[in-house]
T-cell receptor, first 115, second 114 residues
Framework: AQSVTQPDIHITVSEGASLELRCNYSYGATPYLFWYVQSPGQGLQLLLKYFSGDTLVQGIKGFEAEFKRSQSSFNLRKPSVHWSDAAEYFCAVVWANSGYSTLTFGKGTMLLVSP | DTGVSQNPRHKITKRGQNVTFRCDPISEHNRLYWYRQTLGQGPEFLTYFQNEAQLEKSRLLSDRFSAERPKGSFSTLEIQRTEQGDSAMYLC????????????FGPGTRLLVL
């Protein structure tokens, strides 16, 4: 079965430091890629998405992600983290063989921001 | 665009009872998805509708679960004879089908089965 891996269960970053959250997906026909963020007890908010074209995509709240087909990765980055970024981050993928419909999610990475 | 809404936000029930959740999608969206999220996990797909037609169901959706979208607008998810293992966050998402489809999520309904 196709899968999405987020290798870091939780990450702690100092406020103002840079951030990179990793996401890898199993091989499949051209995927569409998403990052969502979830605050405690809340639903998922879309941060950014990649369909095609420029492999570096910009999202909301100063986040960006880079698609690397050779590494089957779609890592999320932010140059300077704010305390309000503390939340859980989910990478999600749809593949052509699902009709680009059903999302497959990673298990998430919990981001903690220290003062 | 008022976003996806879900009701109730929280539900506590006793084992064996039936529960029903409602999802109202973004008004112009023709697709509606249900996902389940347990503690420490990412959301897992349950089922989805295009207009009123239920197009796909996950093997996670046991016979005790049923979903409807009778008029192609709001949807309900019913769980019969709830079990403690049904305790989870139930998330609804909606989208507009077609090229570069993007799903937008509601706030979820958190279910606790005692």
């Amino acid at each position: 079965a196709q899968s999405v891996t987020q290798p870091d269960i939780h990450i702690t970053v100092s406020e103002g430091a840079s951030l990179e959250l990793r996401c890898n997906y199993s091989y499949g026909a051209t995927p569409y890629l998403f990052w969502y963020v979830q605050s405690p007890g809340q639903g998922l908010q879309l941060l950014l998405k990649y369909f095609s074209g420029d492999t570096l995509v910009q999202g909301i709240k100063g986040f960006e992600a880079e698609f690397k087909r050779s590494q089957s990765s779609f890592n999320l980055r932010k140059p300077s983290v704010h305390w309000s970024d503390a939340a859980e981050y989910f990478c999600a993928v749809v593949w052509a063989n699902s009709g680009y419909s059903t999302l497959t999610f990673g298990k998430g990475t919990m981001l903690l921001v220290s003062p | 665009d008022t976003g996806v809404s879900q009701n109730p936000r929280h539900k506590i029930t006793k084992r064996g009872q039936n529960v029903t959740f409602r999802c109202d999608p973004i008004s112009e969206h023709n697709r509606l998805y249900w996902y389940r999220q347990t503690l420490g996990q990412g959301p897992e797909f349950l089922t989805y509708f295009q207009n009123e037609a239920q197009l796909e169901k996950s093997r996670l959706l046991s016979d005790r679960f049923s979903a409807e979208r009778p008029k192609g607008s709001f949807s309900t998810l019913e769980i019969q004879r709830t079990e403690q293992g049904d305790s989870a966050m139930y998330l609804c998402a909606s989208s507009l089908s077609g090229h570069q489809e993007t799903q937008y999520f509601g706030p979820g309904t958190r279910l606790l089965v005692l």
